[in-house]
């Protein structure tokens, strides 16, 4: 099925670990997106990719890096996790031009102990 | 700078009435609305949108808004309530003017509860 596909579902790291999450979408969309979400704060966006090479820092960067490895792929990288990552992570496509929308991943929870 | 305000943390509605979620947005530009639908344990699903055209806005599940631009609001609505209609809702902005990307700031979401 078509879709934007993320790796892990879930996770547990220590304090000071490293990892990243894997996102892959196959409905040759140009922009994807890190977006995290906290309770009572709705999504944030951590960092986008407009196209392929190019990623840019959203509003909440610090502690995350990006790579967008080619057209189908956006990872997300803890380098050195701490308790405040703990949060859902979604990644996300744009359908379209500019009249498009996002579109969803079901999300990666991760806990930070 | 964007902003979006959901001013309800909570929404509850009986089953069979209607149903309205609040949203109020500062941008700069003409702009560019929407509504997602996140189902425990799910992402988020789209529901419609508001780019130019007429106010009020169809969208899934029978879910209608209304674009209001006097007062910056794009109010959720639903003619009658289902239980299963029961979600986290957020409301979305795009400045019209952000050009080459599309970058969507986000409520904090509203939860609605329909009771049997």
């Known amino acids: 099925n078509a879709g934007v596909t993320q790796t892990p579902k879930f996770q547990v790291l220590k304090t000071g670990q490293s990892m990243t999450l894997q996102c892959a979408q196959d409905?040759?969309?140009?922009?994807m997106y890190w977006y995290r979400q906290d309770p009572g704060m709705g999504l944030r966006l951590i960092y986008y990719?407009?196209?392929?090479?190019?990623?840019d820092k959203g509003e909440v960067p610090n502690g995350y890096n990006v790579s967008r490895l080619n057209k189908r792929e956006f990872s997300l990288r803890l380098e050195s996790a701490a308790p405040s990552q703990t949060s859902v992570y979604f990644c996300?496509?744009?359908?379209?031009?500019?009249?498009?929308?996002?579109?969803f991943g079901e999300g990666s929870r991760l806990t930070v102990l | 700078a964007q902003s979006v305000a959901q001013p309800e943390d909570q929404v509850n509605v009986a089953e069979g009435n209607p149903l309205t979620v609040k949203c109020t947005y500062s941008?700069?530009?003409?702009?560019?609305l929407f509504w997602y639908v996140q189902y425990p344990n799910r992402g988020l699903q789209f529901l419609l949108k508001?780019?130019?055209?007429?106010?009020l806005v169809k969208g899934s599940y029978g879910f209608e808004a209304e674009f209001n631009k006097s007062q910056t609001s794009f109010h959720l609505k639903k003619p009658s309530a289902l239980v299963s209609d029961s979600a986290l809702y957020f409301c979305?902005?795009?400045?019209?003017?952000?050009?080459?990307?599309?970058?969507?700031?986000f409520g904090a979401g509203t939860r609605l509860a329909v009771h049997p």
């Open positions: 508001y780019i130019t055209g007429d106010n």
């Open positions: 979305a902005v795009r400045d019209g003017k952000s050009g080459g990307y599309n970058k969507l700031i």
């Open positions: 990719s407009a196209s392929e090479g190019t990623t």
């Open positions: 409905m040759n969309h140009n922009s």
């Open positions: 996300a496509t744009w359908t379209g031009a500019n009249t498009g929308e996002l579109f």
């Open positions: 941008v700069s530009g003409n702009p560019y």
